[in-house]
């Protein structure tokens, strides 16, 4: 594990569980993460260092099972866009969708407008933006209604 290595003004500390990641630098500098969902290293970007802290937090905290987590997953949008992660219920059917931005960029309503297009095409019951730092949670109905935080895979599969 290299994380003393990372600039910390790119991969801050964040408000989530830290995982113990694999990181490499490379012959340019880069930085390189074990995917710990994927199982293979992908680019180690801001918006990536969060998205693997939700992964950790996720399968930890909530108790969201590894093999019910989708990770980049195409949307059937007309832009072709990926989730971030997408949650699965015991069904198959999506039940949560996360939307991960970098540590420094804001959750706006930019943000849950993006998300909510997304939702359009899965519609998961449940929403989590992050930068890794501020969260917002929505459930989802025919109104949303914002929750003090993410509730247990149980709950949310409940």
Request: hydrophobic share 40%; charged share 25%; glycine share 6%.
């Amino acid at each position: 594990m290299m994380e003393r290595i990372l600039p910390e003004e790119l991969f801050p500390k964040l408000d989530l569980l830290r995982p113990d990641l694999l990181i490499e630098q490379d012959s340019n500098g880069g930085f390189w993460v074990m995917d710990i969902l994927r199982r293979k290293k992908v680019k180690l970007t801001p918006e990536e260092w969060v998205r693997q802290h939700v992964l950790y937090w996720l399968q930890n905290q909530t108790g969201y099972p590894h093999s019910l987590l989708s990770v980049e997953r195409k949307v059937h949008t007309s832009s072709g866009n990926r989730a971030d992660v997408i949650g699965y219920g015991k069904d198959g059917t999506p039940l949560l969708l996360v939307e991960c931005k970098a540590p420094g960029e804001s959750i706006s309503s930019i943000t849950a407008m993006q998300a909510m297009k997304y939702n359009q095409h899965l519609n998961a019951s449940f929403i989590w933006l992050t930068n890794g730092k501020t969260h917002v949670v929505l459930k989802v109905r025919e109104e949303s209604e914002v929750l003090q935080g993410l509730p247990s895979f149980q709950e949310m599969a409940g």
